[in-house]
């Protein structure tokens, strides 16, 4: 699904030596990459304050550790997203309240969020979906309305911009009082190991922040609240600063190769291809396609049997997750994100596709397509 490999090799050079730097400098933990990291992302993202973490659950988890929640509080989110979105919910003993989504953008629907607000809620999560902005103009409406608070996850889409009805621009992430993302491999800015980072233009909520990831201290031994222990290292910094460098680069590349599947797919009876939200530039952290009347699993298992890999995300909505089950939800109470379930599948997508594999993949899809 990706080629990092190929992506290392182009930007191998730098790598290196960034991380041979920190080597040389034996300053793992805080070290001067992860400064510099924040500050080129700080100012990437136009926005005031970035507190590197260690992972993308641990942002969503810390942002709502330092928005005070308390057990009971509703926070609605998603029935359609990676399950780390409603598990650090479930974890803090918040509760989770899933709302289903767009058809067309997979994105959580603003009208089903405002029919699940109840005295209980105190925040939204918004997750902008494979790339693309969630409907944030109207998200912040009603959290407004509501008095609510928004922590976008923005695990999948970090470097979208959201535009505005104006015309105006902000980065996904920005714009809610918190934003979460993930610095995965496979993200779109993605480090070698584990990394993640929380955004927000609040001062207070960085403070607070910056102090729960670092075991709840802000003067060293004196711990004010429970925290956690999430950092980012200098080595995965050093990659990230190398990475930030190329990011638009690489959003061109994954769009390139979208724009190839498109034209591939175009009006074909069995497939319908992304629907490219007016409000976002779409940064493709999948491909993912719905299919109509089509044998998923035959379709999947003879692209793998070409060597194409192919994926499903999500296979199950989180409320048929056994984990999540829970008496307030039943089967056919999120009929869009029940049917998308059942019906995507993504394709390869990342920032070294050519137009031979692309030919090649869209090639083995239409013939399988054809009988
Ligand atoms: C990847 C991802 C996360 C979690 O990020 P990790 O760094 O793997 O913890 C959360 N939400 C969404 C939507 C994601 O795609």
Do not use: W
């Not at 182009?10 to 960034?18: F, L, M, R, S, W």
């Not at 993930?182 to 001062?203: E, H, Q, R, V, W």
């Not at 190839?260 to 976002?280: I, W």
């Amino acid at each position: 699904m990706v080629d990092l490999r190929s992506q290392y090799l182009n930007i191998k050079q730098e790598i290196d030596k960034g991380i041979q730097d920190v080597v040389d400098s034996c300053a793992f933990i805080n070290g001067p990459a992860v400064q510099e990291f924040q500050k080129e992302l700080e100012k990437y993202l136009e926005v005031k304050h970035v507190i590197p973490c260690a992972n993308g659950t641990d942002a969503l988890q810390v942002s709502m550790m330092a928005l005070g929640l308390q057990p009971g509080d509703e926070v609605i989110t998603s029935s359609f997203t990676f399950i780390a979105t409603a598990e650090v919910i479930a974890l803090l003993k918040l509760t989770p309240v899933l709302v289903d989504v767009d058809p067309d953008t997979f994105n959580i629907d603003p009208k089903a969020i405002e029919r699940a607000i109840t005295s209980k809620t105190k925040a939204i999560v918004p997750v902008h979906l494979f790339g693309q902005a969630a409907p944030m103009e109207e998200i912040m409406e009603i959290a407004r309305k509501n008095n609510l608070f928004v922590v976008e996850d923005n695990c999948q889409a970090i470097g979208a911009d959201y535009i505005f009805n104006d015309g105006s621009r902000k980065k996904a992430g920005t714009i809610g009082h918190i934003g979460c993302t993930s610095f995965f491999p496979s993200k779109n800015l993605g480090c070698y190991g584990d990394g993640g980072a929380i955004f927000t233009n609040d001062d207070d909520l960085a403070k607070q922040m910056r102090s729960v990831v670092n075991h709840g201290m802000t003067v060293r031994y004196y711990h004010d609240h429970i925290g956690v222990n999430s950092r980012l290292d200098s080595i995965q910094a050093a990659v990230l600063r190398v990475k930030l460098g190329h990011l638009n680069e690489y959003a061109e590349r994954r769009r390139f190769a979208a724009t190839f599947y498109d034209k591939a797919f175009a009006g074909h009876p069995k497939l319908k291809t992304p629907v490219r939200y007016a409000k976002s530039n779409h940064v493709f952290h999948q491909y993912t396609l719905v299919t109509n009347q089509v044998d998923r699993k035959a379709l999947i298992d003879f692209l793998m049997s070409k060597g194409i890999p192919a994926m499903i995300y999500y296979p199950v909505p989180l409320h048929m997750q056994k984990a999540y089950l829970d008496p307030r939800y039943k089967h056919g109470d999120f009929p869009v994100t029940e049917q998308l379930c059942q019906h995507v599948f993504s394709l390869p997508m990342h920032t070294e596709l050519d137009d031979e594999q692309l030919e090649f993949i869209t090639r083995n899809v239409l013939e399988f397509l054809k009988d």
